[in-house]
């Protein structure tokens, strides 16, 4: 009995946890807004509005947060919410060095995977939709060229 209670107490996370997450979240958004002002020509709209939205999303999540002492959310553990910001922050830096796409093509399982989804299929196929959304969305329809990709032989 005593088991099952740690066991469902470890599902939860204060919502001081889910505060400090929701600010490292939003510092990460400034760092790829940052980033984007480095950027040069067209390129540059992607992290900019990228790391615009991160923090206005962060921002909204903290003007939601109610700090109350013990009152808890059923998100993922706190270990797994840090894991996740390192993988944001390995992604953010793999950006930067061999593409949003390429990146992406780790990034999106090892967020699925995280997040519980074990489905193999669904990972492979949910990241592809996603590269090839994304590529026709920005790219063609936006005519907002990518910086040099890794997966096109650019680099």
């Known amino acids: 009995m005593a088991v099952d209670k740690e066991i469902e107490s470890q599902k939860f996370v204060s919502l001081r946890e ?28 992607y992290p900019l509005v990228v790391g615009a939205a991160i923090m206005v999303l962060s921002l909204f999540s903290i003007l939601g947060i109610r700090i109350k002492p013990l009152l808890f959310t059923d998100e993922a553990p706190l270990k797994t919410g840090f894991l996740g910001l390192v993988l944001v922050g390995v992604f953010i830096a793999l950006s ?6 390429t ?41 907002h060229p990518f910086p040099a990709e890794l997966i096109f032989g650019e680099l």
């Open 103 to 143: 990146a992406s093509l780790l990034f999106l399982p090892a967020m699925a995977y995280l997040g519980g989804e074990r489905r193999k299929l669904a990972i492979l196929l949910g990241t592809i939709v996603f590269i090839i959304g994304a590529y026709l969305v920005f790219n063609l329809m936006f005519s």
């Open 18 to 45: 889910r505060l400090i997450v929701t600010v490292i979240v939003g510092l990460f958004g400034a760092v790829v807004f940052w980033e984007g002002t480095r950027q040069v020509e067209d390129s540059a709209i």
């Open 96 to 101: 930067a060095s061999i593409g949003f796409l």
